[in-house]
C-alpha cells in the first residue's frame, strides 16, 4: 500500500538560549548560516532526500513568512514545502502545522527540530519504517553520562537520586507516528491543557506505545553558543569523506 509520509519542522522559535549575553541582538537559530546556507534549507534538503517523503510542512514566525517562502523557492523546495504560522510554543507551531496537514489516518507523519540540520536520510528511513510498523516511533540516543534527579535549591541544584542510565535513552528527532494517532494525541492534550516539550510525550500519555530507533550524536540541536561550530566541523568533515 502507498503510504504518504509528511514531515513537519517546526522553526517558530525565538531562540533565546543563543543570545551571547552582550545585549546584541541575535538571529533565530534557525535561520544562522552553515556554508553559506539557512540552517532550515540544510533540514528541508535532508528530509528532500528521502524518496518516501511526499510533502513538508514549515512552521515560522508570522513575520517571518515571507522570508522563508522566498528562500524555499530559492533552493527549488517550493513544490515540496508548505509555509504555515507556527504558535507561541512548540507544540502550538506543531498543531498548527498539523491542522494543514491533509493525509489519512494511518499515513505517517514525522516531526523534526528544524535546527537539527545534520539529521541522515537513512535515520529518517528507520523511523518511518519503524512507525510504519509500531505506530509510533522517535530516534533517541543511549546515555553516556550518569543521570541525576536533582531538586532546584536556593543553594543551586541537590542531587535527588541517580538513574540507572541504562532505562536512560535522549529523544531525538524525528518523531514518527500514524496520523490518525498524533491528531488524537495533540487533541487529547489540547483538552487537558498538557504542555509537552516532545510529541512522543503526548502520544504516551494517549497510552500508544512508542518505540526507539537509534540515532547518533552528530544529530545535534543547534540551541546554544558554539553548536553551531560544531555542527559545521560535522559538515566539513562529511563533504570532505
Ligand atoms: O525550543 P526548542 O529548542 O525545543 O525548539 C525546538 C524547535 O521547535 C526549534 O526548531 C524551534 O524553532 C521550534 N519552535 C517552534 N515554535 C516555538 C518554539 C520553538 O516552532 N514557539
Request: charged letters at 25%; one cysteine or more; hydrophobic letters at 45%.
Amino acid at each position: 500500500m502507498f503510504m504518504r509520509v509528511t514531515v513537519i519542522l517546526p522553526a517558530a522559535g525565538l531562540g533565546t538560549r543563543m543570545a551571547s549575553g552582550h545585549g546584541t541582538p541575535h538571529s533565530p537559530k534557525q535561520f544562522l548560516e552553515l556554508g553559506g546556507i539557512p540552517v532550515l534549507i540544510h533540514t528541508l534538503r535532508a528530509f528532500a532526500e528521502v524518496p518516501a517523503v511526499t510533502q513538508m510542512f514549515v512552521a515560522v514566525r508570522a513575520g517571518e513568512m515571507e522570508r522563508v517562502t522566498a528562500q524555499v523557492q530559492e533552493y527549488g523546495l517550493a513544490g515540496k514545502v508548505r509555509v504555515v504560522t507556527g504558535g507561541d510554543s512548540r507544540q502550538e507551531s506543531v498543531a498548527r502545522a498539523l491542522a494543514a496537514v491533509e493525509c489519512g489516518d494511518e499515513d505517517i507523519v514525522l516531526v523534526h527540530d528544524a535546527v537539527r540540520p545534520l539529521i541522515e536520510p537513512e535515520v529518517i528511513e528507520r523511523t518511518i519504517e519503524a512507525a510504519e510498523k509500531s505506530g509510533a516511533a522517535i530516534v533517541g540516543l543511549p546515555a553516556v553520562d550518569t543521570i541525576k534527579q536533582v531538586e532546584r535549591t536556593a543553594d543551586g541544584a541537590l542531587i535527588t537520586a541517580t538513574i540507572p542510565r541504562e532505562y536512560i535513552v535522549q529523544a531525538q528527532t524525528p518523531q514518527g507516528f500514524r496520523a490518525g494517532l498524533l491528531r488524537r494525541a495533540f487533541a487529547e492534550a489540547e483538552a487537558d491543557e498538557f504542555a509537552g516539550t516532545d510529541e512522543a510525550s503526548l502520544v504516551e500519555r494517549a497510552g500508544a506505545r512508542v518505540m526507539v530507533v537509534p540515532g547518533s550524536a552528530a544529530n545535534i540541536k543547534i540551541t546554544q553558543p558554539g553548536d553551531l561550530e560544531l555542527v559545521e566541523f560535522y559538515l566539513q568533515r562529511r563533504s570532505s569523506r
